[in-house]
């Protein structure tokens, strides 16, 4: 096994930071590669040896956040303790409140698709029940979709709202009724 080239993971970070702060002065369709490359101080042609495309890039930071996250809730879920979760769920949005309100709001329909796809498949990995009545899979995908609509709500129509507000709008309306008690 080789070990990774330090270079290599400060020019992604590099293009991850450049995108995300793009991302946040405007939508995600006009964001041009030469943008993002600018932005990180990259060249052009550097953008390619990294990432086929742009969505290639906004894909490799959801998959990044959607999997630390995944492993924050995803014990309190288990346990139960939905309060704690949605409480853990929206400090970890807050904490990263411009990369989430670049992913969930400015970078549009097909990259928030592709999101609630990849958090869907990795929910579909955690073990955690379901009320009995309720499919575990429609349950999940009910629980990822509603979650990021309610966090994506918050983001661009609710920014003051206070994270521990948002956090009992989730546990009332999707982590509780989801709970198998």
């Known amino acids: 096994m080789t070990k990774a080239d330090p270079r290599i ?89 411009s990369v989430s309100r670049g992913l969930l709001v400015g970078a549009g329909d097909a990259m928030r698709r592709d999101i609630t796809q990849r958090a869907i498949a990795m929910a579909n990995g955690v073990d955690a029940d379901t009320p009995a009545w309720l499919p575990r899979g429609l349950g999940i995908v009910h629980g990822v979709g509603a979650t990021l609509s309610i966090l994506g709500w918050w983001l661009e129509h609710e920014p003051q709202r206070h994270h521990a507000d948002v956090a009992g709008l989730i546990d009332r309306l999707v982590f509780a009724p989801l709970s198998a008690r």
């Open 9 to 97: 993971a400060k020019t992604r970070q590099a293009l991850r930071s450049a995108l995300m702060t793009l991302v946040c002065e405007q939508p995600f369709e006009k964001v041009t590669v030469q943008d993002i490359a600018a932005r990180a101080g990259l060249g052009y042609a550097t953008f390619f040896r990294h990432y086929p495309s742009r969505e290639a890039l906004l894909a490799d930071i959801a998959e990044g956040l959607i999997g630390d996250l995944v492993l924050l809730v995803a014990p309190l879920m288990h346990t139960r303790d939905t309060p704690a979760a949605a409480r853990t769920l929206t400090e970890f949005v807050e904490a990263r409140r």
